[in-house]
Structures are given as structure tokens and as C-alpha cells.
């Protein structure tokens, strides 16, 4: 029986970030921190959205539209100003251990091991050593860096360090996966191989939620199966577009097919809308 309540509600969140400014003037120069002005931007306006356990939604839409910020309300690493975020039918307080995030610089902790960074999650949960040595040797060869587990991080190439991104994200077992941007830093080809990687790892490991952000549209399209259109800053929902394909069909072939064009062009139209000129 299919689950009925949705994993994650943004419920008519609105966002606005507050940052002070010293005033402009003659006095202000010299006594800034007693002029200080507050400048406000409305990031993110109204952004309602349900996910369904199990479901891949990616997220695009022009830079600066709020993207990044709707996805750290998710993870309760920033609060709205308005409206709620819910996971699994409680508001987000603050950060959830269902939760795990890659960042688009990868986030390693350049003095730690592979293996170390990857049994990081586990370890701050309280996982014993060897249960946690064993997640996180199940999950480098997961990924494909077997052999590589006392590397460091500033020896490895860019694609092996978003591996043990993944692989660090994995193997905290979360419920929730986001993700922003993880291949953004990546070439075209090993960024194309890390794509199929993620579909290979998801399908192997069951049925997490996932929302991943992306400038990419074939990238969305190949990975999810509802793609979200933001409009520009401040960001809304312009658009969600389902997508077809079975995780079955999701390999090299699907990206020729005429409904994958038709996909990737209806995108373009919805984002290029918003690119300011
Ligand atoms: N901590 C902050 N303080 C003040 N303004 C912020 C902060 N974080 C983001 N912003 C502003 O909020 C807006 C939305 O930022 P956000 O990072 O969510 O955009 P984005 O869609 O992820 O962009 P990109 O595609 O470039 O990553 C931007 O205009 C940004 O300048
Ligand atoms: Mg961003």
C-alpha cells in the first residue's frame, strides 16, 4: 500500500534574509555602528511543495531564486519567516538526523581518511567503531572507491571526492537525502558517470527521499521524477513537471529519446523565462 502522507510539506514558507548595513552618510562613516540600516530580501515567497516518500524531486530554476535556501529549510539549517516545513508530519525545529546533505564543495574534512569522513555520520550518532567502520566500508565500495579508504581527501580527484561525499551521506542511513548542486564542481564526462552512479546507488539502496538541486535540465530529468521550476528572486512555484520514465529506463538511450527532448525544451522555456537579461 502506497504511503498516504508525504515525507516532507513546505507549507506557504516565505524567507526573508536581514543583513545590516552601515548608512551612507557623513556621521555614519565615522560612527557606523550607531547608524546601522537593515536591509532586507525576500528570497523565497510562498513556496509550497508536498514529496512523497520515495520520490526524486530536483529543483531548478535561475540563480539566486532561492533553491539553496529552500533546501536548508528543509534540513532545519535556516527557519522561514512565514509558513512551516514539515517532515514525516512534524515541523522542522532544527537540523533532523533523517536528514543528510551534500554540498556542492564536496564539505570532506580534509585531515580526516576517506574512511573516516565516510564513518563521520555514524560515529556522531554513537555507532560503535566496528559497526560503524563496517557502514562505511559497505558504502566506499558502493560507490566505487574500494582500495582507497586511507586516502586523503587532497589526493583524490574531484569525482572521487564527491564519491565519498555520497558515500559519507549514505552511510548515515538517512531517510532524506538533499543535495545541492553535488555534481556542479564535476566535468561534463565524470559528472555524466556520477549521474548513472546515483541512479545505480539509489536503486541499490531502497527508497529514500530525494530532493536534489541542479542548473542542470538534463541532469533533473535523467534523476527525478517531479522536476520543480522556480521562478526569479523572489522564488516561487512557477511549475512542477512530472517526469515519465521508469528507473529502469533511466540510462545512456533514454537521453536520445524525442520525449526526453520534449522534456529538456519544455524546461528551458520555464527557466529561461526567468534569467534576468
Ligand atoms: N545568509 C544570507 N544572507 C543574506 N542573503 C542571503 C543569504 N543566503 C542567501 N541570500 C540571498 O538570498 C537569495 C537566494 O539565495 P540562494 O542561495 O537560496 O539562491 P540559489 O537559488 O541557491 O542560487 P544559486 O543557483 O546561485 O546557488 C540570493 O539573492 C542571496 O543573495
Ligand atoms: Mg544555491
Request: net charge neutral; proline share 6%.
Amino acid at each position: 500500500m502506497s504511503d498516504p502522507s508525504p515525507k516532507i510539506v513546505v507549507d506557504h514558507v516565505t524567507k526573508i534574509y536581514r543583513t545590516r548595513k552601515r548608512r551612507d552618510t557623513f556621521l555614519g562613516r565615522f560612527l557606523p555602528d550607531l547608524r546601522p540600516t537593515i536591509r532586507e530580501l525576500k528570497a523565497v515567497d510562498d513556496v509550497s511543495l508536498e514529496i512523497t516518500t520515495g520520490d526524486f524531486v530536483a529543483i531548478i530554476g535561475p540563480s539566486g531564486c532561492g533553491k539553496t535556501t529552500v533546501l536548508r529549510m528543509m534540513d532545519g539549517l535556516i527557519f522561514p519567516d512565514s509558513g512551516e516545513v514539515r517532515v514525516n508530519g512534524t515541523p522542522v525545529l532544527g537540523p533532523r538526523a533523517e536528514c543528510g546533505f551534500i554540498f556542492q564543495d564536496f564539505g570532506l574534512y580534509p585531515w580526516r581518511t576517506v574512511i573516516d569522513n565516510v564513518a563521520f555520520g555514524p560515529e556522531l550518532r554513537g555507532v560503535p567503531r566496528n559497526v560503524r567502520y563496517e557502514l562505511a566500508r559497505k558504502h566506499i565500495d558502493l560507490v566505487g572507491l574500494k582500495g582507497f579508504e586511507t586516502s586523503f581527501p587532497h589526493q583524490l580527484s574531484g569525482g572521487m571526492q564527491q564519491r565519498v561525499g555520497i558515500a559519507r551521506m549514505l552511510s548515515a542511513e538517512p531517510e532524506i537525502m538533499l543535495m545541492d548542486e553535488p555534481f556542479g564542481a564535476l566535468d561534463a564526462l565524470t559528472r555524466r558517470t556520477m549521474q548513472f552512479e546515483l541512479i545505480r546507488i539509489l536503486a541499490a539502496e531502497g527508497s529514500a527521499t530525494s530532493v536534489f538541486v541542479t542548473h542542470d535540465l538534463d541532469e533533473a530529468i535523467l534523476l527525478a521524477d517531479k522536476v520543480v521550476i522556480m521562478s526569479a528572486r523572489p522564488g516561487r512555484v512557477k511549475e512542477i513537471v512530472n517526469i515519465p520514465f521508469a528507473r529502469s529506463e533511466r540510462g545512456e538511450a533514454l537521453l536520445e529519446t524525442s520525449m526526453f527532448a520534449e522534456l529538456r525544451h519544455h524546461l528551458w522555456l520555464g527557466v529561461h523565462a526567468e534569467q534576468p537579461l
